[in-house]
Each structure stands twice: as structure tokens, then as C-alpha cells.
């Protein structure tokens, strides 16, 4: 009877010690899921130039709110996905080339983002800032070409953002567009194997759609002619042995 007695003992501390442990793992549970001590203290946006910081973080807050099959929440320091944050940011935001995310011991989560830098402006039914590989990635105004070169395709087509420029073998050349800033050239218009490009002194340009020839026929004429460029009417350097101005 004693023996019996007991077993029957052990039995119930074994079940008082396996409900204190399962309450104690419940109550850790909701601790590490809910607690403060994990709860994201503080988004930082850094690195941004043509991203709206205040939008982007307010964006990053509103997925932080959410909650993961219905239960565990986003603005967990350790449950909030890089994965998934950068995949929405490259996504909604076209300014953004490239971005980093890193978390602090203090639960602060810094988001590092390398924006897209303009090569110029591409113009047809609205105009669009695109960067060195042709992607359009911001709205820009109807430009003037202070800054950078206009640029526009007759017909002209419907583009949006991630789309690229309908120029990309003379448009983001480097040497020509640089070329094109040097001599006051603010604005091309193409139209099939012709350039039409405008200049800040009034006159236009005719050339061919050949980054190479355009450069060395304009380099030729602005060696040669002597007048005052705001005189003229055109230049015309699609001839391999002529040019023509009025």
C-alpha cells in the first residue's frame, strides 16, 4: 500500500510540474511574441535623393502593423522579413536601384537605399527622369534641359515607370550625352535613322542617329564657323562631306 501510495504522488507532481511548464512556456511564448523588449523601436531611412523618406517610412510602419497568419506580429525586431521589405520597395518605389536592411541592438531597423541618378529626361505624353541603364524612375516636369538633355521620339509612344527609353544605343552614352550638355544642346528629338536637336541658342540641329558621326560633324562645324551662333536658323550635319547652316 505503501509502494501504491507512493506512485500515485509522483504521478501528481509530475502533472503539477508539466502544468507549471506548459503555463511558464505559454507565458514565455506570448512574452517573446508580444513583449516590448522585441517590439520595433524606430525606422531610419537613409541614403535616399529622389525616394520620399516620409512616404517610403510610413509605407515600411504600415507593414510593420501587420500581423503573420493572423497571430504574430510584423513589428517583431526579429519576425519583420528583409526578404519580403525589399521586394516591396524595389517594387513600389522605381526610384530605388538598390537597397539594405540592418537592425540594431537598440530594436531600430535602418534601411539603406541607393536611388536610380538621372542621365536625363525622356519626354512623350509625360516626362520621366531615367538613369544610366534607361529606366524611367521619376516624373520630372516638362524640362528645359538646364540640367539635363530632353529627350522625345516622333511618333511618340505611352511609357511608364520601369520602362525603358526608346534611345538606348545614343541616349545613355555617356561621351554623348556629356557631349550634348558642352554644347548647349538641350533638347533631341529622334525620328528613325534622323536627330533634330534644339540648343539653348535658338537654332536647330540636324544629324544622324550615330552618336559617332553627330559628335564629329558638330566638333567640325563649331571649329569652322566664326558667326554668332544666335543668328542662326539650322545646321544641318547628316552629310558625310558637307554641312549645311542657314
Not at 512574452?31 to 509605407?59: C, P, Q, R
Not at 525586431?77 to 536601384?97: D, G, Q, W
Not at 534644339?198 to 571649329?223: D, P, Q, V
Request: include cysteine.
Amino acid at each position: 500500500m505503501a509502494l501504491k501510495s507512493s506512485n500515485s504522488k509522483n504521478k501528481l507532481w509530475y502533472k503539477i510540474l508539466s502544468i507549471v511548464f506548459l503555463i511558464g512556456l505559454l507565458f514565455f511564448l506570448y512574452w517573446f511574441t508580444y513583449g516590448s523588449l522585441w517590439k520595433i523601436n524606430n525606422i531610419e531611412i537613409v541614403g535616399a535623393k529622389h525616394t520620399d523618406i516620409e512616404i517610403l517610412k510610413t509605407d515600411i510602419y504600415n507593414i510593420s502593423e501587420k500581423k503573420k497568419f493572423l497571430i504574430i506580429p510584423n513589428n517583431h525586431i526579429l519576425f519583420l522579413s528583409n526578404k519580403k521589405v525589399i521586394a516591396h520597395i524595389l517594387e513600389t518605389y522605381p526610384s530605388v536601384e538598390n537597397v539594405e536592411i540592418s537592425k540594431t541592438k537598440e530594436r531600430d531597423v535602418v534601411i539603406t537605399i541607393k536611388d536610380r541618378m538621372p542621365m536625363g529626361v525622356w519626354c512623350d505624353e509625360n516626362c520621366f527622369f531615367f538613369d544610366d541603364l534607361g529606366i524611367l524612375f521619376k516624373k520630372s516636369y516638362n524640362y528645359t534641359g538646364a540640367v539635363y538633355t530632353r529627350w522625345r521620339s516622333v511618333p511618340s509612344g505611352s511609357l511608364k515607370f520601369y520602362d525603358k527609353v526608346l534611345c538606348l544605343d545614343i541616349c545613355i552614352d555617356k561621351t554623348f550625352v556629356n557631349f550634348l550638355s558642352q554644347n548647349k544642346i538641350k533638347e533631341v528629338s529622334i525620328d528613325g535613322d534622323d536627330l533634330r536637336m534644339y540648343t539653348e541658342y535658338g537654332f536647330s540641329i540636324k544629324a544622324l542617329n550615330n552618336a559617332s558621326t553627330t559628335m564629329r560633324n558638330i566638333a567640325l562645324f563649331s571649329k569652322e564657323y566664326r558667326g554668332d551662333l544666335k543668328t542662326l536658323e539650322y545646321v544641318d550635319v547628316r552629310f558625310k562631306d558637307k554641312i549645311f547652316y542657314k
